[in-house]
C-alpha cells in the first residue's frame, strides 16, 4: 500500500496516537524528525505551530501537509511515527514495507545553522538537562540577552520545548551563535560527562528551603506511623524490608529490588511517563516503605538525584474541599517556604528532575482515578483530586518524578497507560518475619518464644508475611503464647486476639476470665463499629469529633486504643480521629454487622455482592442503603465522587464471614440473640454458596479433545478466603461438588500463603482430580507446606515464579510421593538449587507413574543433573523433561543422556541455555539412535559446534520417529546452518 494511503486510511488513529496524552511532545519530535530530513521547510514548521491553536489542529495541519508533499514525505512521516510511538501505542498502526529507515542527513552541512537543523533530534535530547548552561553560553558569547533567555525558558516549557525553542533562536541569531552551541556541546562530550548531567550549585533561597523541608520530613517520618504508632517505636528500630518485585519481566533486572530501584531507570515499561506505582495489599507495608523512603531522602543516605521531595497522603488530602493550585498543594500541604515562595516555586517549575512527589494510599481516594478534566497550568486553581490525577498523568509537573502507593483492585487501565512501572510490594519474607519479631521485643528470649510459636502453626506464620497481621501476632505475644492448641489460624482470630488484647487493658474487672471481656465493652465496641461502619460506606476514614459524637463514641471509647489521632490534619482546635489501620477499621464495620440490632437484612447480601458494586460503581450505595434515611443525609457524598470501595468491602465480609464461624459463636451469646445470630449464618452461607455458583457458571464449554479449564478471577479467591474464615466444611464441600473442571487456573491472582491455606481448605473437598497451575504468584516455601493438605487432588501443579526453594520442595515431594494422582510439576524461575535434585531423584524412583519434571531457569548444575540421572536410570514413565537455562554442561548433558538412552517413555526434553557443548551433544545423540519414544530435544542457545551437530544428524538418519531437534543460537556460522538444514530437515536453527 502506499504511503500516502496509509496516512489517509489511519488518519483518526495516527491523530489519537500524537495526542491523546495531553502533551505535544510527540508532535513536536515528529516535526524535529520532518525538518532535520528536510521534509518541512522553515515556513512549514511555522504555520503548524501557531501560539494558541489547540494540540489536535496542530496535528491535523501537520498530516495536511504531509499528504500534499506526497508519497515520499508520507513515507519518512510514517516511519517518524514508529520512532517516536511508545510501542503499546504504535502496535495500532500499520507502516508496511513503504515505511523507509531514518539517518542523520551528513551531506551538504556546510554550516552550523544546516547542522541545527538536520541534527535536531539529536541535539533537542542533549540540550534538556543543560539548558542554564547553553545560554550562559550564549549570553557570554553576548550572541543572546537577558530577554531571549526568558523567553527560552517559560515556566510553561517542557524540558525538551526548552530545547526547542533555544535552537530556533540559535537559528534566528545567525551562524556564529549556531557555532557557540555547537562548541558548548561538544565540550562537553568530550569532557567525559554526560551534556544532560550539569553540575551547578541551585540558589540559596533554594538551598534553604531544602534544608526546611528536608527537617519537616525527617520529623514526620523519624517514628512508626502506620498501625497505629502506638507503641511509638523508632522507624530504624523497627523497620523490616519489604519484597519488591516487578509487575513486568524485566531483562535488565537481576536479584530483589532495594528501595531506591523504585524510582530508578530499571523495569521501565514506559520512558514517556513519570508516576511509579507501588501496588501492596492492605497491610503490605506501603505506608511504612514511603515513610523510609522519606527518611533516607531528609538524611541525605538515598534518592540523593532529587533536591526536594513533596510527601502527600491521600487520606488528608480526601479533607481538602477548596480548590486549590499545585503551589498552594506544595506549600501548604508539606512544608511553606519562610520567603521568597515565587522564586522557589519557579525553580520547581524550571527543574523537574530534581523533583519527586508521593503520593499514599490512592486507593483512599473519595474518587476514582480520571485523566477526563485535564489542567495544564500549575497556578490554575482546581480541586485537589483532578490536580492529583493531572500530576500523574504527566498534563502537571511533566518530568517530576511522582511515586504512588496503592491496594491493587484501585488500580485499572485508565491508570495503567501513565505509569512509567509498577512495583510490587509482597509483604514480608520469612527472614523478615524472623527478623521484625526479633526488632519487636527487646528481650531475646521472648522473641524466640513467638518465633517458635509461629513455626509450629504455619497457618498463623502465612498471615504473618502481612506486616501488619506481623505487628499484632508480635503486641499481643502473651494472648498468643497462652493459646496453647487454640492458636489462631485465620485472620479473624488474629483481629479477636487484638480486640482482646486491647480491651482488657482497660478492664476494670481485672479479674474477669472466660468470655465476659466483650460483653463488659459491648457499647464501646458498637459505638466504634458503627463509625467504622458508616465511615466505610463514606469512603471516610479520618473523622472529626462531630463524626464520633454521632456514633455515640466517648472519650472512654477513645482510650481504649483503637482511635488514634490523626497527627496530620489535627489541631489544637479541632482533633481528627482515625483507626489504628483501615483494616482495623474494616474489622470494627464486620463487628458492627454482626452485633447490632439496627442492620438492614439487605446489608449482607449486599456486601457479598462487589460484581454489583463494579457495576454501578458506588460502592456506597451498598452500605447507605442499609442505614436509616436520617444517616444517609448526614454522609455528604455525590454520586460521581465516590470511589469504588469493593477492596474494603470484601476486607468487611472476609471479617463478617469469620466472625460467624462456629468457633466464635459463643462469643455473641450475651451480645445479641441467638435466633438473630442463626439468621446472620444462614444468609452469609447462602451469599458463598450464590457466589461460587456464579463464578462456576461462567466457565465455558471444553473445547473438543481439550481439557476443560476454568481461569480463576480474584472474586473467587475471596470467596474461597470467606469460606475458609468461616471454617464450615459443609460450605466447602457443597461448593466443590459443583465444580467440574480439569485444570484450575491462578495464575497472577496474587496467591501467597494465606491464600494457600485457604485454597487447601477448600479444594481439598473436590470429588475429581485436577490440574493446579498457581504461576507467577508468591507462594512461597510457607505457601508450598499450606498447600499439602489437597495436594491429594492434584494431578499437576504448576509453580512457576513463586519464590520457591529447596525446603519447600523437600516438603512438596515428600507428600506428593504419598499422593496416586500426583504426576506432573512445572517450577520455571524459582530459587532452587542441585540439593533439590536428591528429592526429585527420590520421586522418580518412587513414582513409577510420574509423567513430567519441568524445572527451567533455576540454579541447577552438573552435579543437580547427575543426581536426577540416578532416578531417571530407575523410572520407567517421565514423558517430559525441562531443564532449561539451568548450568548443567557436557558433564550434566553426559549423564542425563546415560540415563535416558535406553527410555521407552520420553516425549520432550529441553537443555536450552545450559552451556551444553559439543561434547553433550554427541552424547544426547545416544539418546535419539535408541528412543522409541522421542519426539522433540531442545538445544537452543548452548555451544554447539558442527562436530556435535554431525553426531546428530547422524543419529537422526537411525531414528524416523523424531520430529525436530532444536539448534538455534549454537556456535555455527551460516553456511554451516544452510548446509546442514539441506542434509536434515528436522534440524531447526
Not at 373 to 401: D, E, Y
Not at 716 to 738: G, H, P, T
Request: with cysteine; aromatic share 6%.
Amino acid at each position: 500500500m502506499f504511503a500516502q494511503e496509509l496516512v489517509l486510511r489511519q488518519r483518526t488513529e495516527i491523530l489519537h496516537a500524537l495526542c491523546s496524552s495531553g502533551s505535544a511532545e510527540r508532535l513536536e519530535q515528529v516535526l524535529d524528525i520532518l525538518l532535520s530530513q528536510g521534509e518541512l521547510t522553515w515556513e512549514d514548521y511555522q504555520n503548524i505551530q501557531v501560539p494558541g491553536r489547540t494540540l489536535y489542529n496542530s496535528a491535523r495541519q501537520l498530516l495536511d501537509l504531509v499528504y500534499t508533499k506526497g508519497v515520499d514525505t508520507c513515507r519518512i512521516c510514517l516511519a517518524a511515527l514508529k520512532q517516536v510511538l511508545p510501542e503499546a501505542q504504535g502496535v495500532c498502526l500499520s507502516y508496511s514495507e513503504c515505511c523507509t529507515n531514518l539517518e542523520e542527513k551528513q551531506e551538504n552541512q556546510n554550516t552550523c545553522t544546516e547542522t541545527i537543523l538536520t541534527q535536531r533530534p539529536n541535539l533537542v535530547n542533549k540540550l534538556q538537562g543543560c539548558i542554564d548552561g547553553a545560554l550562559n553560553a550564549l549570553v557570554t558569547s553576548g550572541h543572546f540577552t537577558s530577554v531571549d533567555c526568558d523567553e527560552v525558558q517559560l515556566p510553561v516549557y517542557t524540558p525538551s520545548q526548552q530545547a526547542r525553542h533555544l535552537l530556533d533562536h540559535v537559528r534566528s541569531k545567525g551562524e556564529s551563535a549556531a557555532k557557540v552551541i555547537l562548541k558548548y556541546i561538544e565540550q562537553k562530550q568530550e569532557s567525559g560527562s554526560p551534556v544532560n548531567q550539569e553540575k551547578w550549585t541551585p540558589p540559596k533561597e533554594v538551598l534553604k528551603y531544602q534544608k526546611k523541608l528536608s527537617s519537616s520530613v525527617s520529623a514526620q517520618s523519624c517514628f512508626l506511623s502506620t498501625y497505629g504508632g502506638t507503641s511509638h517505636m523508632s522507624l530504624d528500630d523497627i523497620y523490616t524490608e519489604g519484597q519488591l518485585e516487578l509487575a513486568h519481566d524485566c531483562a535488565d533486572v537481576h536479584g530483589p529490588l532495594g528501595l531506591e530501584d523504585i524510582v530508578g531507570a530499571a523495569g521501565t515499561v514506559n520512558k514517556e511517563a513519570d508516576t511509579v506505582l507501588v501496588c501492596g495489599e492492605a497491610g503490605s507495608g506501603k505506608s511504612t516503605l514511603l515513610q523510609r523512603l522519606h527518611l533516607l531522602w531528609a538524611r541525605g543516605a538515598a534518592l540523593q538525584n532529587f533536591l526536594l521531595l513533596f510527601p502527600f497522603s491521600c487520606r488528608r488530602l480526601n479533607t481538602e474541599q477548596r480548590e486549590m493550585s499545585v503551589q498552594e498543594l506544595l506549600f501548604q500541604h508539606c512544608c511553606w517556604p519562610d520567603r521568597e515562595q515565587e522564586e522557589i516555586f519557579q525553580f520547581i517549575l524550571d527543574h523537574p528532575h530534581l523533583i519527586l512527589f508521593t503520593f499514599d494510599g490512592l486507593d483512599e481516594l473519595k474518587q476514582s482515578f480520571s485523566d477526563e478534566h485535564r489542567v495544564c497550568c500549575p497556578t490554575q486553581p482546581a480541586p485537589v483530586h483532578v490536580l492529583l490525577f493531572n500530576l500523574i498523568q504527566g498534563s502537571l509537573m511533566k518530568g517530576v518524578r511522582k511515586v504512588v502507593t496503592s491496594r491493587p483492585e484501585a488500580v485499572g487501565p485508565v491508570l495503567k497507560k501513565h505509569l512509567c512501572k509498577e512495583v510490587l510490594l509482597q509483604g514480608f519474607s520469612p527472614s523478615g518475619i524472623d527478623c521484625f519479631v526479633k526488632k519487636h521485643h527487646s528481650d531475646p528470649t521472648v522473641a524466640a518464644k513467638v518465633l517458635e510459636s509461629l513455626q509450629t502453626n504455619t497457618a498463623l506464620l502465612g498471615l504473618c508475611h502481612s506486616p501488619v497481621l506481623c505487628w499484632i501476632v508480635s503486641q499481643c505475644h502473651k494472648e498468643l503464647l497462652g493459646c496453647g492448641e487454640g492458636s489462631p489460624q485465620t485472620i479473624t482470630d488474629v483481629y479477636l486476639m487484638i480486640l482482646q488484647h486491647f480491651l482488657q487493658h482497660q478492664s476494670s474487672l481485672k479479674s474477669t476470665t472466660g468470655l465476659g471481656w466483650l460483653q463488659e465493652h459491648l457499647k464501646t465496641v458498637l459505638h466504634l463499629g458503627k463509625l467504622a461502619f458508616d465511615g466505610i460506606g463514606a469512603t471516610c476514614y479520618i473523622f472529626s469529633g462531630t463524626d464520633l459524637e454521632t456514633c455515640g463514641v466517648t472519650e472512654k471509647d477513645i482510650c481504649m486504643g483503637f482511635l488514634i489521632q490523626s497527627k496530620d490534619i489535627s489541631s489544637t482546635n479541632s482533633k481528627r480521629y482515625e483507626f489504628l489501620h483501615v483494616t482495623m477499621q474494616c474489622f470494627f464495620a464486620a463487628l458492627y454487622i454482626v452485633l447490632s440490632n439496627n442492620i438492614d437484612r439487605s446489608t449482607i447480601p449486599k456486601l457479598f455482592e462487589p460484581q454489583h458494586i463494579r457495576d454501578t460503581g458506588l460502592s456506597s450505595t451498598c452500605f447507605m442503603a442499609c442505614l436509616p434515611s436520617t444517616d444517609q443525609q448526614k454522609l455528604p457524598l455525590e454520586a460521581g465522587d465516590v470511589a469504588a470501595e469493593t477492596p474494603n468491602l470484601q476486607i468487611a465480609a472476609t471479617f463478617v464471614s469469620g466472625l460467624l464461624s462456629q468457633r466464635h459463636r459463643t462469643l455473641w451469646l450475651h451480645c445479641c440473640p441467638s435466633a438473630v445470630m442463626e439468621k446472620k449464618v444462614r444468609q452469609v452461607a447462602r451469599c458463598l454458596s450464590k457466589g461460587m455458583q456464579k463464578h462456576f457458571k461462567s466457565i465455558p464449554r471444553a473445547v473438543e479433545g481439550e481439557k476443560k479449564s476454568m481461569h480463576a478471577m480474584p472474586g473467587f479467591v475471596w470467596l474461597i478466603k470467606c469460606i475458609y474464615e468461616m471454617q464450615e466444611s459443609r460450605i466447602a464441600k457443597d461448593a466443590m461438588s459443583k465444580l467440574q473442571v480439569d485444570h484450575l487456573k491462578l495464575t497472577y491472582c496474587k496467591i501467597g500463603p494465606v491464600e494457600c491455606t485457604a485454597l487447601a481448605y477448600v479444594l481439598q473437598h473436590l470429588r475429581d482430580p485436577v490440574g493446579l497451575q498457581l504461576d507467577n504468584n508468591s507462594v512461597g516455601d510457607v505457601g508450598v507446606e499450606q498447600l499439602l493438605p489437597c495436594m491429594h487432588i492434584c494431578n499437576s501443579l504448576y509453580l512457576r515464579n513463586n519464590n520457591i526453594t529447596d525446603e519447600g520442595i523437600r516438603k512438596l515431594l515428600a507428600k506428593g510421593i504419598q499422593c496416586d494422582n500426583f504426576r506432573k510439576i512445572a517450577l520455571f524461575n524459582n530459587k532452587l538449587t542441585d540439593a533439590c535434585t536428591q528429592h526429585f531423584s527420590h520421586l522418580l524412583k518412587t513414582k513409577q507413574d510420574f509423567l513430567s519434571i519441568r524445572l527451567g531457569n533455576n540454579n541447577i548444575t552438573e552435579e543437580g543433573a547427575k543426581q536426577l540421572a540416578e532416578g531417571l536410570k530407575l523410572n520407567r514413565s517421565l514423558q517430559y523433561l525441562g531443564l532449561w537455562g539451568n548450568r548443567i554442561g557436557d558433564a550434566g548433558a553426559e549423564a542425563l543422556a546415560d540415563a535416558l538412552e535406553s527410555s521407552k517413555t520420553l516425549v520432550w526434553l529441553s537443555l536450552v541455555g545450559n552451556s551444553v557443548g559439543s561434547t553433550g551433544a554427541c552424547a544426547l545423540a545416544n539418546i535419539i539412535k535408541n528412543s522409541t519414544s522421542l519426539e522433540e530435544i531442545w538445544l537452543t542457545d548452548n555451544c554447539i559446534t558442527r562436530t556435535g551437530v554431525e553426531c546428530l544428524i547422524q543419529a537422526l538418519q537411525l531414528n524416523t520417529h523424531v520430529k525436530s531437534v532444536w539448534l538455534r543460537n549454537n556456535d555455527l556460522s551460516l553456511e554451516e546452518v544452510e548446509e546442514m538444514t539441506q542434509r536434515e530437515s528436522r534440524l531447526t536453527f
